[in-house]
T-cell receptor, first 112, second 114 residues
Framework: EDQVTQSPEALRLQEGESSSLNCSYT??????LFWYRQDPGKGPEFLFT???AGEEKEKERLKATLTKKESFLHITAPKPEDSATYLC?????????????FGKGTRLSVIA | NAGVTQTPKFQVLKTGQSMTLQCAQD?????MSWYRQDPGMGLRLIHY???????DQGEVPNGYNVSRSTTEDFPLRLLSAAPSQTSVYFC?????????????FGSGTRLTVV
């Protein structure tokens, strides 16, 4: 059974204090690992897709990395507007679009 | 605007009532799905569809029905609402062979069953 575990559940940072969020996964053949951002009262919004170990993607203050067992979302010099819940999801390989399996998310608060 | 549209945004039901949550997408996506999101539980898959006339169950299908008569629409029906179905419901869509963006999500329906 495909599983995704995110840690920590919640993280509180001072503005400018860099840190990392973890996503550990088990999947029967990885098609892709996805990071989403979710603001309160809204649907998840796509950030990154990673496909193979060693791959990295960057967007502004965020950088996502991938190994064979986990992914990290590094946040460099965060700002209060980075406060949100960050979701990780995996998709297994298959002949069709197999459902994404989500972790429970990490709730990030950045304090000015 | 292109995307996934969910209606209503908020709904309060009494136990035993039935209702349909609507989901429509205008991106010609073959794949559509319904998730529920509960505190501490994350997003859990209810039902999904890989095309018109084809549906399948997810992790938590009990108490919900779906049908897919068109590519654009994927309604979720609650047959007899229970307090345990109080949740936020998200509809999501994607191309059939997957997408580099994973899924496109709607803005959600917040359902309370009293």
């Amino acid at each position: 059974e495909d599983q995704v575990t995110q840690s920590p559940e919640a993280l509180r940072l001072q503005e400018g204090e860099s840190s990392s969020l973890n996503c550990s996964y088990t999947v029967s053949g990885l098609r892709g690992l996805f990071w989403y951002r979710q603001d309160p009262g809204k649907g998840p919004e796509f950030l990154f897709t990673l496909y193979s170990a060693g791959e990295e993607k960057e967007k502004e203050r965020l950088k996502a990395t991938l190994t064979k067992k986990e992914s990290f979302l590094h946040i460099t010099a965060p700002k209060p507007e980075d406060s949100a819940t960050y979701l990780c999801a995996v998709q297994a390989r298959g002949p069709r679009n197999t459902p994404l399996v989500f972790g429970k998310g990490t709730r990030l608060s950045v304090i000015a | 605007n292109a995307g996934v549209t969910q209606t209503p945004k908020f709904q309060v039901l009494k136990t035993g009532q039935s209702m349909t949550l609507q989901c429509a997408q205008d991106m010609n996506h073959e794949y559509m799905s319904w998730y529920r999101q509960d505190p501490g539980m994350g997003l859990r898959l209810i039902h999904y569809s890989v095309g018109a006339g084809i549906t399948d169950q997810g992790e938590v299908p009990n108490g919900y029905n779906v049908s897919r008569s068109t590519t654009e629409d994927f309604p979720l029906r609650l047959l007899s609402a229970a307090p345990s179905q109080t949740s936020v419901y998200f509809c999501a869509s994607s191309g059939l062979l997957g997408s580099n963006y994973g899924y496109t999500f709607g803005s959600g329906t917040r359902l309370t069953v009293v």
